[in-house]
């Protein structure tokens, strides 16, 4: 812990966000955090990542972080060589879901826009505009949105923190629209719910996609989490 904290800024040179990053270190701090350096083997690590209910990916990810503050400290001549040099990443199945051509992308937008539920629709494609979890996009407040700036905040993203976003023209068309039409603070209201904003779009991303796929064009894989 101690070589962790005075060495972060060299741990991290080569990172544009560290905020990325602090997730993985907390869980590895509460296994090694009070572990030496000099006192850390293979087989402590061996144990960590045996016991870790997770998927290869996230194991990866950790191993990797792990291997970078490692090496640093072999760099900077803490270690004379890294206990977790030979480790290798696990398999990580291929996602099934092909990826859309920018072709089938634009006709996903088309199918969107002919949706009769607006404002779920409407929401569907600000996610995709803007690449951000639905969460953060059925939630949003007028007063998140810099109309002149073309920016959006975040007020609490993924990672505790405040973010600001900004926005390409595509969004700014969905936004300025939802802010003419709705009356709401909020850009997507509903009054069937306690929030006072929509749910997860989830059922009209179903009927666009049967429609798609009843087209025979490739719809876009389904994801239901916040």
């Known amino acids: 812990r101690q070589f962790y904290e005075r060495h972060l800024a ?106 009769s539920n607006r404002v779920s629709a409407d929401a569907l494609l600000l996610m995709y505009f803007t690449g951000l979890r639905a969460g953060n996009i059925i939630s949003l407040r007028r007063n998140q949105i810099d109309v002149v700036q073309r920016t959006m905040t975040i007020p609490k993203a993924k990672n505790g923190r405040y973010q600001v976003f900004p926005l390409n023209a595509r969004a700014m068309e969905v936004i300025q629209a939802r802010m003419e039409q709705s009356g709401s603070e909020y850009l997507f209201p509903s009054d069937r719910t306690k929030t006072g904003f929509i749910g997860h779009p989830t059922d009209v991303m179903k009927r666009i996609s049967e429609l798609m796929r009843k087209d025979g064009v490739l719809a876009p894989h389904i994801v239901t989490g916040k």
């Not at 602090?22 to 030496?36: I, M, P, T, V, W």
């Not at 090496?71 to 099934?96: C, G, H, I, M």
Request: aromatic share 8%; glycine share 4%.
């Open 10 to 115: 060299e741990i991290n040179r080569k990172l544009r966000s560290v905020d990325a990053m602090q997730s993985k270190d907390n869980r590895l701090l509460a296994e090694f955090g009070e572990l030496a350096l000099s006192e850390m083997k293979p087989l402590h690590i061996e144990a960590y990542f045996g016991g870790m209910l997770t998927k290869p990916g996230t194991k990866n990810r950790i191993l990797s972080r792990l291997k970078v503050i490692l090496d640093t400290a072999v760099r900077l001549k803490y270690l004379e060589s890294s206990p977790a040099a030979d480790f290798v990443q696990e398999y990580e199945p291929q996602n099934p879901y092909p990826v859309m051509s920018e072709q089938e992308a634009e006709q996903f937008v088309e199918y969107a826009k002919r949706d």
